[in-house]
Nanobody
Framework: QVQLVESGGGLVQAGGSLRLSCALS????????LAWFRQAPGKEREFAAF????????YYSDSVKGRFTITRDGAKNTVYLEMDSLKLEDTAVYYC?????????????????WGQGTQVTVSS
């Protein structure tokens, strides 16, 4: 079993920055690939960012590319999402997820473990 706990969400003005954290616990967490998804009110959950088990590969959705950065700290078993130049449309609940690293990394079905989510609200 793997447990994930997100933190760092909050209210921020458009153009501002926020860093989300996701702490992992459980056996062999270092072998999992990790991702951030988000879900806005009335919308489906969507992929935002991915990082491979060793941090060697990262992928981003077009909507966040160039503004968000995903990193992981193996010693702390934590994955981060640095969000810069935030826009109103970034408002959502953000979830971190852990999985075996399938090629369809953008698909929520590729992940077996999920955190509870953290709210990010961007105001004008």
């Amino acid at each position: 079993q793997v447990q994930l706990v997100e933190s760092g969400g909050g209210l921020v003005q458009a153009g501002g920055s926020l860093r989300l954290s996701c702490a992992l616990s459980g056996r062999t967490v270092g072998t999992y690939s990790l991702a951030w998804f988000r879900q806005a009110p009335g919308k489906e959950r969507e992929f935002a960012a991915f990082i491979s088990w060793n941090g060697g590969r990262t992928y981003y959705s077009d909507s966040v590319k160039g503004r968000f950065t995903i990193t992981r700290d193996g010693a702390k078993n934590t994955v981060y999402l640095e969000m810069d130049s935030l826009k109103l449309e970034d408002t959502a609940v953000y979830y971190c997820a852990a999985g075996p690293g399938r090629s369809d990394y953008y698909n929520s079905a590729a992940y077996g473990y999920w955190g509870q989510g953290t709210q990010v609200t961007v105001s004008s």
